[in-house]
T-cell receptor, first 117, second 116 residues
Framework: AQSVTQLGSHVSVSEGALVLLRCNYS??????LFWYVQYPNQGLQLLLK??????LVKGINGFEAEFKKSETSFHLTKPSAHMSDAAEYFC???????????????FGAGTQVVVTP | DSGVTQTPKHLITATGQRVTLRCSPR?????VYWYQQSLDQGLQFLIQ???????AKGNILERFSAQQFPDLHSELNLSSLELGDSALYFC???????????????FGPGTRLTVL
């Protein structure tokens, strides 16, 4: 069974500082991994996804994430935080199975990012 | 604006009742996903439809059901409502929908359900 753990329900970062959001997954088969962002009173927006190609994935808004199989991690980073990055971030996993190319999603609990001036 | 529409925006009802939430996907998108977001359980994937057929099932209760119609809009039916069903229900649409799909899911604004 798949699962996702996001370390830290709240992260506070200074404007201009590195943003690091941690995500660890558990999956019995090769996973597809996603990071989503949710701004207040809005739906989710895909930041980036790993689909078994390059392990370093670049997304929108300057975010990137690295898939590390040995560590079962998919941490999200951004070199320099901007005030507009204040939002909730969700990591998600979707399993690829030979008999089922559809795969259900499993989301982490989310990490709320606060950016301070 | 993602191009995905959901109605109604807000819904207040009583325990034991039944409600229907509606989602219209972006033009050309064949997949519709349903999600539930609550403080207690976080974000949960409920179900995915592709071109009218159920394709993936998540943590959807037996009291809940969904369908996707020939015009590709989808409805999520929630019955025998309980207080714990109060949540934000999102739908998302995607051109494809398999794991091999490289296209993106686009989320609607959500329907906030309050069960009193």
């Amino acid at each position: 069974a798949q699962s996702v753990t996001q370390l830290g329900s709240h992260v506070s970062v200074s404007e201009g500082a590195l943003v690091l959001l941690r995500c660890n997954y558990s999956s019995s088969v090769p996973p597809y991994l996603f990071w989503y962002v949710q701004y207040p009173n809005q739906g989710l927006q895909l930041l980036l996804k790993y689909t078994s190609a390059a392990t370093l994935v670049k997304g929108i808004n300057g975010f990137e994430a690295e898939f590390k199989k040995s560590e079962t991690s998919f941490h999200l980073t951004k070199p320099s935080a901007h005030m507009s990055d204040a939002a909730e971030y969700f990591c998600a996993v979707r399993e690829l199975r030979e008999t089922d190319s559809w795969g259900k999603f499993q989301f982490g609990a989310g990490t709320q990012v606060v950016v301070t001036p | 604006d993602s191009g995905v529409t959901q109605t109604p925006k807000h819904l207040i009802t009583a325990t034991g009742q039944r409600v229907t939430l509606r989602c219209s996907p972006r033009s050309g998108d064949l997949s519709v996903y349903w999600y539930q977001q609550s403080l207690d359980q976080g974000l949960q994937f409920l179900i995915q439809y592709y071109n009218g057929e159920e394709r993936a099932k998540g943590n959807i209760l037996e009291r809940f059901s969904a369908q996707q119609f020939p015009d590709l809009h989808s409805e999520l039916n929630l019955s025998s409502l309980e207080l714990g069903d109060s949540a934000l229900y999102f739908c998302a649409s995607q051109r494809g929908g398999t794991l091999a799909s490289t296209d993106t899911q686009y989320f609607g604004p959500g329907t906030r359900l309050t069960v009193l």
